[in-house]
């Protein structure tokens, strides 16, 4: 089946850090990826997609200043928290639909921890 | 826009025994999943079902997409089945809208 990757599988960093989060989809090629973020016992809400080669798409109510996403290539997506703060401390998680199938596969997530 | 419940929220169950999970979506969908999400967070593809059933051993899940809910089967449950499952729809563009989650504890 297909595999998304994801790195760091945690992190912590300090008030007003930058971070980027790396989601790779490694057997397959993916023209679009979402990034979702979980807080503890909540569901996964969408952030962004996140498209190959054009400018990401956001949710309403996600700053697309503070997430910056780029998708350089059909098989690498990256999430970059900047400034961070306490509040964004969360599992973010990513996804890709391989574009012969229409189910989606995700990533293991990244547990962002700001102190 | 679409909402999407599942129930029960919560489920405490023995091993051995059966379950049924709901989800409700609130407008049609192009698409939808079932996940599990494990105690380290990974999500597992468990079914993609927009309509029909389908099995896959000691799982299975029916989807009336016409009447707007997906069922997800647990038969014989085990320890292992432990963690939240959730439904997931797509709506357009593959944006999937996560469901509430039935976080689920399997008793040895």
């Known amino acids: 089946g297909a595999v998304v990757s994801q790195h760091p599988s945690w992190v912590i960093c300090k008030s007003g850090t930058s971070v980027k989060i790396e989601c790779r989809s490694l057997d397959f090629q993916a023209t679009t990826m979402f990034w979702y973020r979980q807080f503890p016992k909540q569901s996964l809400m969408l952030m962004a997609t996140?498209?190959?080669?054009?400018?990401?798409?956001?949710e309403q109510g996600v700053e697309k200043d503070k997430f910056l996403i780029n998708h350089a290539s059909l098989t690498l997506s990256t999430l970059t928290v900047t400034s961070a703060h306490p509040e964004d401390s969360s599992f973010y998680i990513c996804s890709a639909r391989e574009p012969a199938r229409y189910e989606q596969y995700f990533g293991p997530g990244t547990r962002l921890t700001v102190t | 826009g679409i909402q999407v419940e599942q129930s029960p929220p919560d489920l405490i169950l023995q091993e051995g025994a059966n379950s049924t999970l709901r989800c409700n979506f609130s407008d049609s969908v192009n698409n939808l999943q079932w996940f599990h999400q494990n105690p380290w967070g990974q999500l597992i593809n468990l079914f993609y079902i927009p309509s029909g059933t389908k099995q896959n051993g000691r799982l299975s899940a029916t989807t009336v997409a016409t009447e707007r809910y997906s069922l997800l089967y647990i038969s014989s449950s085990q320890t292992t089945d432990s963690g939240v499952y959730f439904c997931a729809v797509e709506r357009s563009a593959y944006k999937y809208i996560f469901g509430t989650g039935t976080r689920l504890k399997v008793l040895a």
């Open positions: 996140s498209n190959e080669g054009s400018k990401a798409t956001y």
